[in-house]
């Protein structure tokens, strides 16, 4: 790590370039086109630098949807998710960190099975149950199929395990219920963990199609990622409007950009530390 | 006496606590992933479409439709495809970019930082952000290729370049991720070995191949799984790029559950592939618990 010969470096720092120019050409492209007039986009010619700059793309794009509307809806369903989670899932990693019980090993297979599991995979049964009970293409159906986390726990009983337990046991001996315990010991105590699950929670959930997909399916339910999804499909036929397209492209990923440059100490905490516990 | 019946006081109360703290949590991992679970593999032995028919017991029959369904066999091979891609190319470039980042170069925090990013774009925007590039008339990547004197490849419309274009933005979309899954292994590799390997006269590559890959066997397994786990869920990109197509020729497992289940109500078909995904991804978790359960022994 001490040394390392100056031609080592050099040909480090050109795979590096290399590795970010190929990350970043993409999201440069969108950035572009988005600027553009839509007749510049596609030509036989590579051309880097936009000729001709049309600015009005972003309100014309914004406005040719209720994107409004869909913002909302996707902070409304990522944050009702989050705070779920946060509830029951520290809940949940508090019983198996500080409370002695039997069976502790059991219950941990069965939350890791639960982890295995994807939405992709049961999602027919889902689509049925909450339909039975009248909660697709609502807010509550968009949240609850998510409100328990298998890697919530998880991730918060990781965060847990490292509260010294004398704090616990000198508190339990004061007298102090368990709920009193959590609440006032242990997440203070452990608020980056809670902001990593926070953060890794938004991100997921507001990226998320799949779900939204399936369970929404009137235009003012929409979250981003589906009203994205429409864009190419609806315009079918007609030319495409992919400076348009691009521009609330553009705006779309704006919040999880942010969130992920303001927080990505914490963000990458926590898929470290996913790996790490394996 | 009273202090069994003290001790058995507070154990009540313990049990107590411990069930209504795993409650909520519980509750809905049981409605909402268990209970489907059992529900799909019932709803697999079905004959249903959700338009017309009523539901009727037909055994395993739509497990044997799914077989010679040729639509069904090429989205079983898609999907192992793209794990196999991301095995072979995004997993040995995440962990070179990994190494690279870990050398202690200036500017490696900025790297990282734009390596990790597109992991946290919605896989919706790059899908369509690549089906700009991927365009067949006038497209960035027709236009570098056509340098090349290579050109008029329409990417998304034609076989097998639709399923090569979803390949490309999966691992462009996840390469960052495992670059990420690699460090955290790399900070697990002793140092002092490191350095003893070095004042013994070993090369950078001798160190690297000797003691890094070693120490990063746990993390490799790691990364080998879950990109086969998530390749196994490749769903956005196509919905968004390439809708199956062209001729289905680019249906994924997940696609294939969604155009049968949502598409055309089949619900048998539908499920029975469920229940085959599920089935895969539980194969892969029992063979990485039994193998991450070797290395915690070995340790």
Redesign the interface.
């Known amino acids: 790590m001490t040394k390392i010969h100056p031609l080592s470096k050099i040909t480090a720092h050109v795979l590096l370039i290399l590795a970010a120019l190929v990350v970043l050409l993409p999201i440069y492209w969108m950035v572009i086109s988005a600027v553009e007039p839509n007749a510049d986009i596609l030509s036989t010619v590579v051309h880097w630098l936009p000729t001709h700059f049309e600015p009005g793309n972003f309100q014309k794009a914004l406005r040719s949807q209720p994107f409004g509307r869909y913002f909302l809806n996707s902070f409304v369903m990522s944050a009702g998710i989050v705070v779920c989670q946060l509830i029951t899932s520290s809940l949940a990693a508090y019983a198996l960190v500080f409370i002695p019980m039997q069976r502790k090993r059991s219950w941990l297979f069965l939350i890791l099975m639960a982890m295995m599991i994807p939405m992709q995979a049961t999602f027919i049964p889902v689509y049925l149950i909450l339909s039975k009970v009248h909660l697709i293409n609502t807010y509550f159906g968009l949240v609850l199929p998510f409100a328990g986390s298998a890697f919530g726990i998880f991730l918060l009983r990781q965060g847990f395990v490292s509260i010294p337990r004398d704090l616990v046991h000198a508190a339990r001996i004061d007298g102090a219920s368990e709920w009193r315990i959590l609440t006032s010991i242990v997440l203070p105590n452990s608020k980056p963990m809670l902001l990593t699950l926070v953060l890794l929670n938004f991100v997921f959930h507001y990226n998320d199609l799949f779900w939204p997909l399936i369970s929404t399916n009137t235009t003012n339910m929409r979250v981003i990622p589906v009203a994205l999804s429409y864009f190419l499909s609806q315009e079918a036929g007609q030319t495409l409007q992919w400076n348009l397209m691009m521009a609330a492209d553009l705006v779309s990923i704006l919040p999880v950009l942010l969130l992920f440059l303001i927080g990505q100490r914490y963000l990458v905490k926590g898929i470290m530390g996913s790996a790490i516990k394996g | 006496m009273l202090t069994t019946s003290k001790e058995s006081n507070k154990i009540r109360k313990?049990?107590i606590?411990?069930w209504a703290?795993?409650a909520?949590?519980?509750?809905?991992?049981t409605?909402?992933?268990?209970?489907?679970?059992i529900?799909?593999i019932y709803?697999s032995l079905l004959n249903w479409n959700l338009l017309d028919s009523q539901p009727r017991f037909v055994g395993l029959s739509n497990y044997l439709y799914l077989f010679q369904d040729s639509n069904f066999q090429t989205a079983l091979v898609n999907s192992l495809l793209v794990s196999a891609a991301m095995i072979l190319v995004a997993l040995p470039?995440g962990l070179?970019?990994a190494v690279?980042?870990d050398?202690?170069?200036r500017?490696s925090k900025v790297?990282?930082?734009?390596?990790?990013?597109?992991y946290?774009?919605?896989?919706?925007?790059?899908g369509?952000?690549?089906?700009?590039?991927f365009?067949g008339?006038?497209?960035?990547v027709n236009?570098?290729l056509?340098?090349f004197r290579i050109s008029g490849i329409d990417w998304l419309g034609s076989e097998p370049f639709a399923m090569i274009a979803v390949i490309v933005v999966t691992i462009?979309q996840f390469t960052?991720?495992y670059m990420?899954?690699f460090?955290?292994?790399l900070?697990?590799v002793p140092?002092a070995l490191?350095e003893a390997a070095r004042v013994d006269g070993a090369s950078?590559w001798r160190v690297f191949r000797y003691v890094t890959i070693p120490s990063l066997t746990?993390?490799i397994f790691?990364?080998v799984i879950?990109s086969i786990?998530q390749s196994l869920?490749t769903?956005?990109q196509v919905?968004?790029m390439t809708?199956g197509g062209p001729a289905g020729s680019s249906t994924t497992l997940?696609y294939y559950?969604?155009e049968q289940?949502?598409g055309m109500f089949n619900?048998g078909p539908?499920?029975a592939a469920?229940?085959v995904?599920?089935l895969i991804?539980?194969i892969?978790?029992f063979i990485?618990?039994r193998i991450?359960h070797r290395w915690v022994v070995e340790e």
Not at chain 2, 111 to 118: C, E, G, K, N, Q
């Open positions: 313990y049990r606590s411990q703290f795993l909520p949590a519980m509750f809905f991992i409605v909402f992933i268990f209970v489907p679970t529900y799909v709803l470039i070179g970019l690279l980042t050398l202690g170069l500017g790297y990282r930082t734009i390596l990790f990013a597109p946290v774009i919605p896989l919706v925007a790059s369509l952000i690549w089906s700009l590039l365009n008339t006038g497209g960035l236009q570098l056509g340098v462009w960052g991720y990420l899954i460090l955290g292994g900070q697990g140092l490191k950078a746990p993390s790691f990364a879950v786990i869920q769903f956005d919905y968004v809708s997940v559950i969604f289940g949502f619900i539908a499920t469920s229940v995904l599920l991804l539980a892969l978790t990485q618990l991450s």
